[in-house]
């Protein structure tokens, strides 16, 4: 007796045309993601070759997206004049300073707030960790003449270090949240482990828990950087003095009634660009080798 195997649905042809529903599905996901990667790189590069084209490039009726004639007489102006009577580099010199301490005061905070939420059972627990997302929904500009008259009381306006303690402020609550879950998922046989081999409470935390929460801080020290960085309506509201203001805020000395200059604001939104770009090239490399650094080590 013959025994007749059954078909498949689509006959030979099924596997084959199966891969190609595969492969054309996967060439849309790709040229979609390329056409996403464009639109978001395409002003960034627009501002970068527009800093090095002369003003007459800048202002043609016919645009080039690469400069004819390339000039670095922006950055010239830039870095080594004088904007508003105030150098480049004091303007950088303080947005450096703000951005380094809100980094490593919220980062710290957040890392200790983080453990304590996720170890430790407490109450008001819950609420807690339900206000963090509340703070986070409010709009920062509904905030600035609260934070304002905070400032005033305490004597801290047209101070680098009451803007500080406002960065600080706005990404701590982020920070605890990411850094909450990375400490919970860390496990307590670690924890035990080094308590059994001697290690105290400090060595510990340092020895075992940091290595392993490593990613989740510098992911919030990214955000963190990038906050006090960019942020120009509270700086501009709370300083008065020139020789305080940030880079962000030097920017808008290039926009006049007659006309802006548009050589010197690309060449110094792409000089802003460029301390973030490296402050996540240097990090990259610690968020990768946090990841398995506290379990290998014994």
Same mark, same amino acid.
């Given at each position: 007796? +013959? /025994?007749?195997?059954? &078909?498949?649905?689509?006959?030979?042809?099924?596997?084959?045309?199966?891969?190609?529903?595969?492969?054309?599905?996967?060439?849309?996901?790709?040229?979609?993601?390329?056409?996403?990667?464009?639109?978001?790189? $395409?002003?960034?590069? %627009?501002? !970068?070759?527009?800093?090095? &084209?002369?003003?007459?490039?800048?202002?043609?009726?016919?645009?080039?997206?690469?400069?004819?004639?390339?000039?670095?007489?922006?950055?010239?102006?830039?870095?080594?004049?004088?904007?508003? *009577?105030?150098?480049?580099?004091?303007?950088? +010199?303080?947005?450096?300073? /703000?951005?380094?301490?809100?980094?490593?005061?919220?980062?710290?905070?957040? /890392?200790? !707030?983080?453990?304590?939420?996720? =170890?430790?059972?407490?109450?008001?627990?819950?609420?807690?960790?339900?206000?963090?997302?509340?703070?986070?929904?409010?709009?920062?500009?509904?905030?600035?003449?609260?934070?304002?008259?905070?400032? &005033?009381?305490?004597?801290?306006?047209?101070?680098?270090?009451?803007?500080?303690?406002?960065?600080?402020?706005?990404?701590?609550?982020?920070?605890? %949240?990411?850094? =909450?879950?990375?400490?919970?998922?860390?496990?307590?046989?670690? *924890? *035990?482990?080094?308590?059994?081999?001697?290690?105290?409470?400090?060595?510990?935390?340092?020895?075992?828990?940091?290595?392993?929460?490593?990613?989740?801080?510098?992911?919030?020290?990214?955000?963190?950087?990038?906050?006090?960085?960019?942020?120009?309506?509270?700086?501009?509201?709370?300083?008065?003095?020139?020789?305080?203001?940030?880079?962000?805020?030097?920017?808008?000395?290039? $926009?006049?009634?007659?006309?802006?200059?548009?050589?010197?604001?690309?060449?110094?939104?792409?000089?802003?660009?460029?301390?973030?770009?490296?402050?996540?090239?240097?990090?990259?490399? =610690?968020?990768?080798?946090?990841?398995?650094?506290?379990?290998?080590?014994?």
């Amino acid at each position: 007796m +013959r /025994l007749r195997t059954a &078909k498949r649905p689509g006959g030979v042809g099924g596997r084959p045309l199966t891969m190609r529903r595969s492969r054309t599905r996967k060439i849309l996901l790709n040229a979609t993601g390329l056409l996403v990667f464009a639109l978001a790189v $395409f002003p960034v590069f %627009w501002m !970068a070759s527009t800093a090095f &084209k002369p003003n007459t490039e800048i202002f043609s009726t016919t645009p080039k997206p690469f400069p004819v004639d390339p000039t670095l007489e922006h950055f010239d102006f830039v870095l080594n004049g004088r904007i508003a *009577e105030v150098s480049f580099w004091e303007y950088f +010199r303080n947005s450096a300073l /703000l951005a380094i301490a809100t980094v490593l005061v919220s980062g710290l905070l957040a /890392l200790m !707030a983080a453990t304590a939420v996720a =170890r430790f059972r407490f109450r008001f627990r819950t609420t807690f960790l339900v206000m963090l997302i509340v703070v986070q929904m409010v709009p920062l500009e509904a905030l600035v003449i609260p934070l304002f008259l905070d400032l &005033k009381t305490l004597d801290l306006l047209n101070s680098l270090g009451g803007l500080t303690l406002v960065y600080i402020g706005f990404a701590v609550p982020f920070a605890i %949240w990411m850094l =909450r879950g990375f400490v919970a998922a860390v496990p307590r046989e670690l *924890e *035990e482990a080094a308590a059994i081999d001697g290690a105290g409470p400090v060595r510990t935390f340092f020895t075992v828990m940091l290595p392993l929460v490593a990613p989740g801080l510098v992911a919030t020290s990214i955000f963190s950087f990038i906050t006090a960085w960019n942020e120009f309506i509270f700086a501009y509201t709370f300083l008065n003095d020139q020789d305080k203001y940030t880079l962000p805020i030097m920017l808008q000395f290039f $926009f006049g009634r007659s006309g802006n200059a548009w050589g010197p604001i690309m060449a110094a939104s792409t000089l802003l660009t460029i301390p973030v770009i490296a402050f996540f090239l240097l990090v990259q490399r =610690r968020m990768v080798s946090g990841l398995t650094a506290g379990a290998v080590k014994g």
